[in-house]
């Protein structure tokens, strides 16, 4: 009996019936006894019925079914490989095709997403209007998705390809600067955003220049995030000397990621950080933003040299020498000193405040920030009710302790009073929340010893600790000296933290480090 291959082709099997049956006519003895054994005469059904028994099935109808089932598995396959080809940072798209080569050769939108020249072009002389049709649930041509591809970074031996396939469909009428999809982003933008959090497709972003695209705000906003030695950001201002003057979110990516250099190649390029849009497209002090992301110094004296004002308040009214004091960025003292507090709401107030708008209470925090108990203990010796003055942005100060591994801060708080259970607004985190997701064992067992809740839930995904120190352990964000998810981990886990929402799939979104997963298993979690 014959084995039916995982996805069969029904077309296939009909050209194997039609193949019998014609051998059967034209005096073949074996395929003539074949259908004998199922029918009196030598009928396309009887054929078929007989490449039907061959694989196992009583009837033509049962096996189509089952050819059809399978091929309705696979083009769900397809459609979740082109999405994670495009979305998904885990690797998912490379281990669905390895799991089932027969994804690559499955669809027009698979040849696409792996940049397969001969395919796309096989497929546009069949059918021309191929080359601009949009998909139905996407919005998008196929141009945008072979730029939105991140095949380049995945196999870049498939980078070639990618470049080729989208030569070819501008050749056949694409088109290289009108926007699309409910985002309405063109195909610049597409190429660009694949360049946010890895190596960028220089190849196709040259093409698209090439052929009358324009570079705006958010694509060297995506570009300035790429991993490639800044290679597609270079290119983007050296197409269009103009695109950085309209530049507003573009420098909020490199100080997101407090990084000097791509603040530096914006900044002489012409971006106006009085100007500075955040991450949301949101008008913002780029002094105050520089300040919250945590840059460091010489990142802030660069956005000042190009005109930025370091009094200029934050969202919240309070000024970057406020925000700079509770975070103990005492190295910021020279940059802000004397700055005007802007006249922002509240960039002033409170009691003690200087000209730059930094409270007394600020000065507590930033005394426990630096670790410096004795001035801490003089300011609440002085105003027995300065502790008690302190605002929840003062207060969640201990969360961003935590989140720094800065355990003789955290420990001056909690011994002032500042309660274990404080969160920070932005995502409801609490200490513990931040020093798991940091790896911070001391400070993780220093705040469990004070009672911090070990499941108490953030503001914004609704995870305990653990589940923090889990994804954390993945991603490995440089906030503490010394991080160890491994000790976190089993601190958590022996101190009783619940490991229900565990997940150590492959295809899990977030998934944690190789040494922690071991941990886990060791444990039988996951």
């Known amino acids: 009996m014959a084995t039916l291959p995982a996805y069969p082709s029904l077309d296939q099997l009909r050209h194997q019936a039609k193949d019998l049956l014609r051998a059967a006519k ?10 004998a054994a199922v029918a009196g005469r030598q009928t396309l059904s009887a054929a078929q019925l007989v490449v039907a028994r061959s694989y196992g099935f009583s009837s033509w109808p049962r096996l189509k079914a089952e050819v059809q089932a399978r091929t309705a598995s696979l083009d769900q396959q397809a459609a979740e490989f082109c999405v994670a080809s495009i979305r998904d940072w885990t690797g998912k798209a490379v281990r669905m095709l390895a799991q089932t080569p027969q ?63 989208a030569r ?25 955003a694949t360049a946010s959090g890895t190596v960028g497709n220089e190849a196709i972003i040259r093409l698209l220049l090439e052929r009358g695209a324009a570079p705006d705000d958010e694509d060297l906003y995506m570009a300035a995030f790429s991993h490639d030695d800044y290679r597609c950001l270079r290119l983007l201002l050296s197409h269009d000397p103009a695109a950085a003057a309209v530049a507003q979110k573009a420098l909020a990516a ?76 005492t190295d910021l003292t020279g940059l802000l000193a004397g700055a005007d507090a802007g006249g922002g709401a509240g960039g002033g107030a409170g009691a003690g405040a200087t000209a730059s708008g930094v409270t007394d209470t600020a000065r507590l925090v930033g005394a426990c920030m630096s670790g410096d108990r004795a001035t801490a203990v003089r300011l609440t010796t002085e105003d027995p009710l300065l502790a008690g003055r302190l605002d929840p942005a003062e207060l969640a100060s201990l ?36 020093a798991a997701y940091a790896g911070s064992a001391p400070v993780v067992r220093l705040l469990l010893d004070r009672g911090a809740d070990l499941e108490a839930l953030d503001a914004q995904w609704e995870s305990p600790p653990l589940d923090w120190a889990v994804v954390g352990s993945g991603y490995r964000p440089a906030t503490c000296t010394d991080p ?9 886990i022996e101190a009783g933290a619940a490991a229900d929402g565990i997940d150590l799939s492959p295809d899990n979104s977030k998934p944690p480090g190789a040494d922690v997963a071991e941990l886990l298993r060791g444990y039988g979690i996951g």
Not at 168 to 192: F, Q, Y
């Open 26 to 35: 034209s005096g073949d003895a074996a395929a003539a006894e074949q259908i």
């Open 103 to 165: 994804i690559a050769g499955h669809s027009f939108a698979t040849a696409l997403i792996l940049g397969d020249e001969a395919r796309v072009r096989d497929e546009i002389e069949r059918d021309p209007g191929a080359a601009t049709r949009a998909d139905p649930l996407t919005g998008w041509t196929p141009l945008h998705a072979v730029c939105a591809s991140r095949w380049h970074d995945l196999d870049p031996a498939r980078a070639p390809g990618l470049a080729a396939t």
């Open 168 to 192: 070819l469909l501008l050749d056949a009428g694409a088109d290289a600067v009108s926007p699309m999809g409910p985002r309405g982003r063109t195909p610049l933008g597409c190429a660009a």
């Open 254 to 329: 490199p100080v997101s990621g407090k990084d000097v250099t791509g603040v530096r190649l914006l900044l002489e390029a012409g971006a106006d950080p009085r100007r500075y849009a955040d991450d949301d497209g949101q008008p913002c002090s780029a002094v105050y933003a520089a300040v919250r992301a945590g840059c460091p110094a010489e990142l802030i004296a660069l956005l000042i040299s190009h005109g930025a004002d370091p009094g200029q308040p934050g969202p919240d009214g309070r000024t970057p020498a406020w925000l700079a004091t509770i975070r103990g960025r």
């Open 399 to 434: 969360v961003h302790a935590a989140e720094d591994g800065n355990e003789p801060a955290v420990a001056l708080m909690l011994d002032l009073g500042f309660p274990v259970g404080t969160r920070r607004d932005d995502d409801g985190a609490t200490a513990l929340h931040a």
């Open 484 to 492: 160890d998810w491994v000790a976190t981990v089993r601190l958590l």
